[in-house]
T-cell receptor, first 113, second 113 residues
Framework: QQQVKQSPQSLIVQKGGISIINCAYENTAFDYFPWYQQFPGKGPALLIAIRPDVSEKKEGRFTISFNKSAKQFSLHIMDSQPGDSATYFCAASKASGTYKYIFGTGTRLKVLA | DGGITQSPKYLFRKEGQNVTLSCEQNLNHDAMYWYRQDPGQGLRLIYYSQIVNDFQKGDIAEGYSVSREKKESFPLTVTSAQKNPTAFYLC????????????FGQGTRLTVV
């Protein structure tokens, strides 16, 4: 019940295209769903996050779509750029009790120029 | 500047040696975490701490030990009992309570020689 399953493992997109990464969770107690971006040799950094009281959140070219009934959420990168090439992790956490922060297995995105 | 600092950036360990990875934060965060990152396996939780002098095992704690004597510091010791220690280690911290951003250090790459 603590897992967060992420797909695909890798993704190649043409410049200007849409990149879509999906995550699914099991524990309905999770109530915070962030996406992190990691460049090689660096620590991950928060990209965008959503709470289950909304179905979508948009920040610039990045959008999270959240489906509470299906226990799924996804990251959409519009107008993908070569500079977006990185590894993306979804994660899940809950507001009370343990402060465990559970990560997906990551998606390596490559945007072709 | 506030942030989270890991040192060293690169570390080499001989077989049978214990080594300690440093993690310091000046963000006044209560919660701190250690993750191990291997290719294709995402971020796996080793240990986490919610308050000083208290910490809990994560999913892969065997062969590792931690201490939390100060709020700012959460060092990780990789013991000789860890049979496959070569990996990228990431430390993170966040405000107590769920639903908040985790801030990561730049990581330590440990190699067994």
């Amino acid at each position: 019940q603590q897992q967060v399953k992420q797909s695909p493992q890798s993704l190649i997109v043409q410049k200007g295209g849409i990149s879509i990464i999906n995550c699914a969770y099991e524990n309905t107690a999770f109530d915070y769903f962030p996406w992190y971006q990691q460049f090689p040799g660096k620590g991950p950094a928060l990209l965008i996050a959503i709470r289950p009281d909304v179905s979508e959140k948009k920040e610039g070219r990045f959008t999270i779509s959240f489906n509470k009934s299906a226990k799924q959420f996804s990251l959409h990168i519009m107008d993908s750029q070569p500079g977006d090439s990185a590894t993306y992790f979804c994660a899940a956490s809950k507001a009370s009790g343990t402060y465990k922060y559970i990560f997906g297995t990551g998606t390596r995105l490559k945007v072709l120029a | 500047d506030g942030g989270i600092t890991q040192s060293p950036k690169y570390l080499f360990r001989k077989e049978g040696q214990n080594v300690t990875l440093s993690c310091e934060q000046n963000l006044n965060h209560d919660a701190m975490y250690w993750y191990r990152q291997d290719p294709g396996q995402g971020l796996r939780l080793i240990y986490y701490s919610q308050i000083v002098n208290d910490f809990q095992k994560g999913d892969i704690a065997e062969g590792y030990s931690v201490s939390r004597e100060k709020k700012e510091s959460f060092p990780l010791t990789v013991t000789s009992a860890q049979k496959n220690p070569t990996a990228f280690y990431l430390c993170a911290s966040r405000v107590a309570g769920g639903g908040t951003e985790a801030f990561f250090g730049q990581g330590t790459r440990l190699t067994v020689v």
